[in-house]
């Protein structure tokens, strides 16, 4: 079963200011969690420690049992870290892939054709970077796909594509995605990620970092629409009234509201 495991991790890009301190997690296969939180909360810095490409000061990651820190060919074949800022070098396409996939043994041509033609993207681009930041994405996008990696990192993988392409992008996901994955997405788009994930994380700069299935987060609450505050744990104004997070009302089972769970969090301390 694949899992990954973070014990006490701490991390800061300068020794006297930690971008995040004594996290734990643990992430299972089947599972997407969607990574939330204000800038500079941490949420680049974790998807690069889980990737291997920084190096926790103190604490441990295990991706199957074995330390990430270690950077293992068979730990990184199995990891891929789509970045919001990815770059192409000045490469045709079927030249990339053909050097970027020999590393990774699960790559899947069915899917990546598969991708490419539900983007409509065309084969023989002879440039890769000259393509448009959402062009840059569907294929960065794609590849991550198609590599079958075991864990499939994301950050703001939507970046630069217009709304037919969020949708398939959503799509593609279900699609492709398989039951021994683990698949962690961190954006600032809420409403490009709620309908897929099984779990949430969300990281705060002077709280403890809050980790729930949306089942656990759906027992505990309920979410809706009321004309006042009274009984409510969280609210905001809206046409109608408020916008609610209230203690679960028994045999009502209501859609978490990502967005209004995020600001709660964010806005009482922690706490809801």
């Given amino acids: 079963m694949t899992m990954v495991e973070l014990r006490s991790v701490s991390f800061g890009y300068q020794s006297d200011r ?3 301190d004594n996290l734990s997690l643990r992430l299972e296969e089947g599972r997407w969690y969607g990574l939330l939180g204000m ?6 810095t974790l998807l690069k420690l889980m990737a291997g490409k920084l190096f926790a000061q103190s604490g441990e990651i295990d991706a199957d049992g074995r330390s990430v820190r270690k950077r293992e060919v068979e730990t990184l074949r199995n990891v891929f870290m789509l970045p919001a ?12 892939l053909s050097v970027y996939t020999g590393f990774y ?9 598969d991708c490419l033609a539900d983007f409509g993207l065309q084969r023989d ?6 393509l448009s930041l959402g ?13 079958g990696t075991k864990m499939i990192l994301m950050d703001e993988a939507t970046n630069g594509m217009d709304i037919p392409a969020r949708k398939m992008f959503r799509k593609l996901l279900m699609k492709h995605v398989r039951e021994d994955q ?6 600032h788009v809420v409403q490009d990620i709620e309908n897929l994930l099984t779990d949430v994380i969300v990281l705060r700069k002077d709280a403890p970092v809050y980790a729930a299935s949306l089942e656990e987060i759906s027992n505990c609450y309920s979410f809706g629409i009321q004309s006042d505050e009274e009984g409510a744990l969280y609210a905001e104004p809206c046409a ?5 997070i209230t203690p679960k009302r028994e045999e009502i089972d209501t859609e978490v509201s990502l967005e209004l769970l995020f600001n709660a969090l964010m806005k009482k301390g922690g706490k809801i």
Avoid at 125 to 130: G, P, R, S
Avoid at 135 to 147: D, G, M, R, V, Y
Avoid at 240 to 244: L, P, R
Wanted: charged share 25%; aromatic share 12%; hydrophobic share 40%.
């Fill in 18 to 20: 930690m971008v995040l």
């Fill in 39 to 44: 800038n500079g909360s941490g949420k680049t």
């Fill in 85 to 96: 800022d990815f770059t192409f070098p000045d490469m045709r396409l079927d030249q990339f």
């Fill in 105 to 113: 043994p699960g790559f899947r041509e069915d899917v990546w054709n």
């Fill in 125 to 130: 681009i002879k440039n890769l970077n000259k």
């Fill in 135 to 147: 062009e840059k994405h569907k294929i960065a996008f794609s590849i991550a796909l198609s590599l």
């Fill in 182 to 187: 683990i698949v962690v997405l961190s954006t």
């Fill in 240 to 244: 109608e009234g408020y916008h609610v």
